[in-house]
């Protein structure tokens, strides 16, 4: 696995990739590089994250840049654009960009990988254990359906999104799928940092960021302490309950819910732990998930 990003190679690579399957530390992650990178997030909704980018799915900006109604096309068609898409928002950026990312790395119809290498700095990936995906995925959702969220884990065809709705269709490839996609390719360098390693030291795993972003400065170990301190979860917690989280879905009762590591094993059933076990047991011992 390549921990080096090359991004001073190409102007163009602009795009730091924050890819992980939905609820595995990627909003945390924004929060903390807002303090680290950004400017200071003001006591408003809206700049939560401050950070220059979005997400890979937003379709507004989508269609802003093809100058089309994606409303109009089909998911497939959508797929054939992107690449184009993110090489334009490189291109036309002075800084670098942080991109949100659900997807899984694939290829589109043309056979062309969605998430070209050559408008791309790196990607920090964020890997949580299942179990604990698995709940914190149910109440995102807005149920304690937990068999349901098992299932969308361990489906190889699991798509978030897609047809005209506020999001750009996301295939995920499941849990393990995903995270193999994303290492499985060679063109892009990648970061890895498990959740429960930033939940166990924060500050470490905020300082590995840093040195893969090749930022400098004399103060770095200050900043770090500094954007981990301010993104403490109690403090999300009681900010989310004062201001409200703009990226709360609207079934869920609120973002940041719990942020623990461990809730898999204490609410999901034998049975439930099993079906995930089966199906990623492999990736889950060489990420240390072992049953």
Not at 202 to 229: G, I, P, Y
Not at 258 to 283: D, F, K, M, T
Request: negative net charge; charged residues 25%.
């Amino acid at each position: 696995m390549k921990t080096e990003a090359g991004g001073s190679q190409n102007a163009i690579r602009k795009i730091c990739w924050l890819a992980s399957f939905p609820k595995s530390g990627n909003t945390w992650t924004r929060i903390l590089l807002s303090h680290l990178v950004g400017e200071k997030p003001s006591d408003s909704e809206l700049d939560y994250v401050q950070l220059n980018g979005s997400i890979s799915s937003n379709r507004v900006r989508f269609d802003n840049l093809t100058g089309l109604p994606s409303s109009d096309m089909t998911d497939d068609e959508i797929d054939i654009l992107r690449p184009a898409t993110y090489r334009s928002i490189a291109k036309d950026s002075s800084e670098r960009l942080y991109v949100k990312v659900h997807d899984a790395y694939h290829e589109n119809a043309q056979g062309n990988p969605i998430f070209p290498a050559d408008c791309s700095y790196g990607v920090i990936y964020l890997v949580r254990n299942p179990l604990d995906v698995a709940v914190s995925y149910a109440f995102h959702q807005g149920h304690q359906d937990f068999a349901k969220t098992v299932a969308q884990l361990n489906c190889a065809d699991h798509i978030m999104a897609g047809g005209p709705r506020s999001q750009l269709r996301q295939k995920t490839f499941g849990w393990a799928g995903h995270y193999k996609s994303w290492h499985q390719q060679t063109e892009i360098p990648v970061l890895t940092i498990r959740y429960e390693d930033m939940l166990e030291d924060t500050e470490a795993c905020v300082m590995q960021m840093a040195k893969f972003l090749q930022l400098e400065s004399d103060d770095m170990a200050e900043r770090v302490a500094h954007a981990v301190a301010e993104s403490h979860f109690d403090k999300l917690r009681e900010k989310e309950a004062r201001i409200g989280f703009q990226e709360r879905p609207q079934k869920a009762e609120r973002f940041f819910r719990s942020g623990r590591a461990g809730e898999g094993r204490e609410q999901l059933s034998s049975e439930l732990q099993n079906e995930i076990y089966n199906v990623n047991h492999e990736l889950m011992r060489k990420l240390g998930y072992a049953k």
